[in-house]
Each structure stands twice: as structure tokens, then as C-alpha cells.
């Protein structure tokens, strides 16, 4: 296909499916056979609550990372500048967000913490 110039367009294509399993990998990690579709609106979800609920705290990106096993349990690790805003006193933010998490997806939620050491190098922050 060529535009009004005579030069041909190219196809975009996106930027981190180059890097996909050799410098980054996926934000999501499991697989599902026919409950693909629950699972992917309870993934968008889940990180449409936590960016509204936490962006005070500087989140970069959340990874959320299903046990095979029927996708009962699921572990969620949200990377962050200021963790400790996330966590709260003796752990009971984190406690609190997890309580949520259960009630919203009604499955059992293991909830980690990275701290994003420079934040000033990530696009997000």
C-alpha cells in the first residue's frame, strides 16, 4: 500500500512484543482453557482497583501470576517507589488490600511488594 507520496507505509507494531521473552516478560502469567474470558476481565479488574486505590504510592506495573490449579489462588506482585506507603504500619495496608482483593475476586490472594530502587528510569512513574 502506498500513500499520496508513492512511499510505502509500514506496519506498527508494538514496541514490548519485541522484547517479549528476552528482556521482558508478560504482566499476566497463566493460562486458561474456557475460562480465559473471566480471568482476563478479573485481571483488568484487579488492576483497574489497584491503580485507582494506589496511586499515591508511585505503582510502575502489577504482575499477577495464577496456580495452576483451577486459578484459585492467585499472587500479585505490584511494583512501586514508595512501598512503604503500601504496606502501612506493621503490615496492615497490605492486610487491608489483601481482605479487598478476596472480597472483589473471591479467591485466595498472596500480595508481594517490589520496591522500584530508580524510579526516575521508569516511563510509568
Do not use: C
Request: aromatic share 8%; no cysteine; charged share 35%.
Amino acid at each position: 500500500m502506498r500513500n499520496k507520496g508513492g512511499e510505502t507505509l509500514g506496519q506498527k507494531v508494538h514496541p514490548i512484543s519485541f522484547r517479549l521473552g528476552y528482556i521482558k516478560t508478560w504482566d499476566s502469567r497463566w493460562y486458561a482453557g474456557k475460562d480465559y474470558p473471566q480471568l482476563l476481565i478479573e485481571d483488568l479488574r484487579i488492576r483497574d482497583y489497584l491503580k485507582k486505590k494506589l496511586y499515591h504510592a508511585g505503582v510502575a506495573k502489577i504482575e499477577i501470576e495464577r496456580v495452576a490449579s483451577k486459578a484459585k489462588k492467585a499472587k500479585i506482585t505490584i511494583h512501586t517507589a514508595r512501598p512503604g506507603i503500601i504496606i502501612g504500619k506493621k503490615g496492615a495496608e497490605v492486610d487491608n488490600l489483601k481482605r479487598e482483593l478476596q472480597k472483589m475476586t473471591q479467591k485466595e490472594i498472596f500480595i508481594s511488594i517490589q520496591e522500584v530502587k530508580r524510579a526516575e528510569l521508569d516511563a510509568q512513574l
